[in-house]
């Protein structure tokens, strides 16, 4: 890693490649992930969510700390939904449900830190989505 990488455009950097975000083989539409550092056993990724795009619902093991970077949103985190704006931060507890979503009008950008050796995400299958769409604000929030 250079000491200095120098940002080249809107939220791109020099030399970082700019990766669609896969989970699965499955593309999630409109999804950009960057990995900005690896370092001390964590990565730093920024992740871009397009107009009226979402991420994928899943949950996991390793936990996520995020900082909404550009624009804003909204997102699922267990069974709270919360509106979100730049520079906001948000925390993803273990084995939690979360989503995030862009609104119609701009990108929604942030931050995540993860640790570098960590479990793969999981999507909820059929009885996880009956409980999470037993809460009416819930089901109207999810994207499968
Ligand atoms: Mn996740």
Redesign the pocket.
Known sequence: MKAHVPQTGSFRWEGIEVRPYAKDGTHFEGVTRQVLFEAGGSELRYFEIEAGGH??L???D?V?AVMVVRGSGRCLVGAEIHDLGTNDLVS?PPETW?QFRAPDSEPLGFL?L?PSDRDR?RRPDEADLAALRSDPAVAAFIRV
């Open positions: 991420s994928a899943e949950r996991h390793h996520h993803v979360h995540c993860v995400p």
